[in-house]
């Protein structure tokens, strides 16, 4: 089981990345992500408010994962006392070879992301049922 | 290297310690709240806007079931209170990499800067964010004033 193990390492880590990368584009903000492990593979959760479906774009490239949120609502009324703006997102995570893009699945909702990304089938774990022979 | 995102990233930091301090001055010491894996900020984030008719109000809340939310208007206060709960299907045992969004029950009350008509008060949730229009009270309304040529 120890080795079934994923690692998911964040942006930052990853030295082959242009400065650019690291920081997060220009106007972008780093989405709150919460990521959890099961049998199955990777769970993402990310908030992501204000943004809708049209805006959003999920990659795969090569292990690297993008997600980037492009904001298509507009404030409302003019400036009295603004805490935040509505914002693009932009975050990128290294993946461990056991997942498998091509199966993973997206859902959008309540400027909530949950991205399932499943383990591939060979590095999943396997009960082996001991037969006894008598 | 230091470069323009350097400073950027300086600012945006500089602006969050102003942030957590006034809360902390007791200014607006109502609206400051402890979200676990958020830390002690305001929450939600609330956008106050206006025009000539309304006055709005816009809450950053993510990932919350709308039946969860409560809102209350109350002479010039707005209420905004709700729980942000852990999402459901999620199995009981499973390892962690990264917890940044934290949950927890959450009350945030805004004061307003003018008078509004409480009652014609209306929301919507939409992709994750709350926006609230409160029609201005006729006083607090721009009226023309006619000038008379003497």
Redesign the interface.
Known sequence: MAENKLNIHNDEKNKGLSAKEIHGREGCQRPAVDIYETEEGLVLLADLPGIEKDGLTIEVDQGLLTIEGHAMMRHQGQENRDEFSLCNFHRQFRLPDTIDPATSSAVLKDGLLTLKLPRVAAARPRRIEVATVH | ?L?R?FF??MDQMQREMG?LFRGLSGRRGFGTVVMPG?GQQ?YP???????EE???A?A???????SELELTVEQNNLTISGDRRP?ED??EK?????????HGKFMRTVEL?LDVKTNEARAE?????L?V?LPKAEAARPTRVAIEAI
């Open positions: 290297m470069n995102e950027q990233e942030r958020i305001s984030l609330v956008n106050l806007r206006s025009d309304n006055l709005y816009e950053r809340l993510p990932g919350i079931d709308p999402c999620q199995p499973v390892t962690w990499h990264r917890r940044e969004r934290g800067p949730y939409l992709n994750g964010l926006r229009t």
